[in-house]
């Protein structure tokens, strides 16, 4: 587990919602993005009250917005700082998909099951924007 400076930006200009140091994983078997409870809530927050994005959440976790397509203006990309110095972005089409039967998107982050998990789970979404290289012998 590696450590994550969280904080997300907002277009140009720059929105700190979070900045604490959480622990990370990154995990290939995840279909979406976890995060602890607080997290999760401020995000959910900052996307509904910056951009006057319309959300729905189900009992299981999925997020619904009304958006026009993964590439809305009203969703921003988020920013997080891993290991103090390197700074991996999420943008919209890795967090979002299109529905395009119901015309909205859907949220590829969640809020952890786990409510006593402290620490990010970054899966698919986030590796489907970076090229990973496990080498055992290495490190």
């Not at 910056?50 to 921003?76: A, L, M, Q, S, Y």
């Amino acid at each position: 587990m590696g450590q994550v400076l969280t904080f997300w930006i907002n277009g140009t200009n720059t929105t700190a919602i979070n900045t604490s140091v959480v622990d990370a994983v990154v995990d290939s078997s995840t279909n979406f993005i976890y995060l602890p409870k607080l997290d999760y809530a401020s995000l959910f927050a900052n996307i509904i009250r910056t951009n006057d994005v319309n959300c729905t959440r189900e009992t299981w976790g999925t997020v619904h917005c009304n958006c026009t397509n993964i590439t809305d203006p009203k969703f921003f990309n988020i920013s997080m700082r891993m290991a103090n110095r390197y700074i991996f972005y999420l943008n919209t089409t890795q967090y979002l998909t299109w529905n395009a039967t119901k015309m909205e998107c859907i949220m590829y982050i969640r809020e952890n099951p786990d409510e006593s998990a402290k620490y990010w789970v970054l899966g698919l979404p986030f590796m489907r924007g970076y090229y990973s290289i496990f080498d055992v012998q290495k490190y």
